[in-house]
């Protein structure tokens, strides 16, 4: 059956080449590569979508859910790296000090002085670099998720948006885990103001959707539920995921246990669309990562495309305005039927 | 003229070997080398000093300034890396994911349960790597700065630690910048302790002593002062080290431009000594750096060996008992003439 949700896409994803990640210390190859895109995209035409290009949104709306310092940074990072000299040691941005709370023991943290300091000021890992195109494809991975809202607010049922860079790990004043920009957060701060109430971002990525959670902890407008692989048994993020973190109420958190398929996995995203539903969400946003594939190299959930297809009908029953929003997925071999599957899985839910 | 006061050593200093530094991303060679205390030792017995072996100090003497779980962290380190199999992907303990405040935004951050997430916890760089002797050398120089302290408080009116590796970065939960344990922090208090009134660390390293400052901020009893390269002209620390960190008044830095020489230099010293003794210090601990040096590898300062000397009969001057701890300092060439004329100094500034 032909998709009938449009597929928002940005061209411009493809400028950013993570060139690898830094981990304790060693570069390893990226995973977050270009090729993801484009094998959804390859998928969501051939499965007869209609591709949009994403529509450029002015950066009020980034701030929206952003700190200025933040966007600042990371709108000059690469052309600061290259005039300091730096890219003739290394050819990425790459942070080696933090502004750690043992160095830092209470004292506000200004920007340093040096580049090479502020590589740290904003972000929390070694595994998140900045080259030449990065900026550029995170910020129209935000002009993707917003198409896509403005696409529902304008009547249609659902819209994906195929955002690359992903989202989820970017907090208000921070990225890591390969985000830079939250796209997700972006399109719900959208939804919520034009829909007058209570949204839902749920996300169904393999790893804790951090943060948005943080960016709208507490907050009752816009409700936050993710269903990923228990921190507290050794996966990213680490420090945040847990069950207790509830912000009184809006946030929900289902951490499996790794090796978690189909049963645990689909019972989760039951509970999370159950959970927005009780809370009179009007719209939700889908953060789809499709890393909790059975085979991903980022994670240890098994689940099943059927799974996905049947995440995608319960999602799809709540029968609200839907912004599908990409994160994660890593098998270049499944990324793109899974992302068909979760999609088409919606549509038939609502019928 | 012969060195007449005690210098103690610890043998264990050389099992700490960091294999280099991770810096933006990239492992370049170690400058804080065990060749480093190797050559001071040469240099001082050369001068007739009386070599005397650290004496074992009980953790609870590290307790002092150092919170339970960064000492734990640091016994256990190498251990967990190597249980855990990381040895074989990467020689060191090398961090990559931070408990940075823009990712836990208020949430207090618990311990990791994967051992390469761990490495973050309390290390606040990707610089200060953890072999399989680091956490033995750190617990010798601890040893090595209080048994210093001990024979100041038995009568001897100064003593020298060579301490390796150095500490003042060292905070009470948080390592970094080469420094595992706070040498000059432990001598302090215990000198405090005995004294029953105000001591003063005088730190004259190139670098702002960050973490002494932090372990006894707005202290009375323990004043800290440090002349270091101004961080504000993208100098390590970066996020401290600025003259506007008074604690109160028990906390005093004296940032210099980088270039500065021994006229800057020294009279940033002579304030700090004069600080000292008009806020009624009882003794003190001289933070040695001895890389403001000209041509030291790592600072922009340009102190001449005469500067050391100066500085030196300066801080004898005070005519306090006086535990000299070593920090930093990484020219080879230069560093034992270095520490020797600084503890010449203070011996004839007592005269």
Not at 237 to 257: I, M, Q, S, V, W
Request: with cysteine; proline share 7%.
């Amino acid at each position: 059956m032909a998709l009938t949700m449009p597929v928002v896409f940005a061209d411009r994803h493809d400028g950013h080449d993570p060139g690898g990640e830094v981990w304790i210390g060693v570069r390893t190859p990226a995973t977050e590569v270009p090729e993801r895109a484009e094998r959804i995209r390859a998928a969501l035409a051939a499965a007869g979508a209609t591709i949009v290009p994403a529509r450029p949104q002015p950066d009020a709306a980034v701030l929206a859910v952003h700190d200025r310092a933040l966007l600042a940074y990371l709108a000059s990072a690469w052309d600061d790296w290259v005039t300091a000299g730096y890219q003739e040691i290394q050819d990425r941005v790459v942070p080696y000090l933090f502004p750690h709370p043992d160095l830092l023991d209470g004292v506000a943290p200004g920007m340093p002085a040096s580049t090479a300091a502020r590589a740290g000021r904003h972000c929390y890992d070694t595994m998140t670099l900045i080259g030449p195109g990065t900026y550029a494809a995170a910020r129209a991975a935000i002009d993707a998720a917003l198409t896509a809202a403005d696409l529902v607010l304008a009547g249609a049922r659902a819209a994906y948006a195929c955002c690359r860079p992903p989202g989820h790990h970017a907090t208000r004043g921070g990225f890591g885990g390969s985000c830079y920009l939250n796209n997700a957060a972006s399109a719900a701060a959208r939804l919520r103001d034009a829909l007058g109430g209570p949204v839902a971002v749920l996300d169904v990525d393999a790893h804790h959707g951090n943060g948005t959670q943080s960016i709208f902890y507490a907050e009752a407008t816009v409700l936050t539920g993710s269903v990923h692989v228990d921190p507290g048994a050794g996966w990213f993020p680490h420090y945040l995921g847990f069950a207790g973190e509830t912000g009184g109420g809006a946030n929900r958190n289902l951490p499996l246990a790794p090796g978690s398929g189909d049963a645990e996995w689909m019972a989760a995203v039951a509970d999370l669309a159950g959970w927005a539903k009780a809370r009179g969400a009007r719209g939700i946003v889908v953060a789809l990562g499709v890393d909790a594939a059975e085979g991903d190299p980022e994670s240890p959930l098994r689940v099943s495309e059927r799974g996905y297809v049947a995440a995608g009908r319960t999602l799809g029953a709540l029968d609200l305005p839907t912004v599908v929003v990409q994160e994660g997925g890593y098998d270049l071999q499944a990324i793109g039927r899974l992302v068909h599957a979760t999609l088409a899985g919606i549509e038939e839910g609502r019928r």
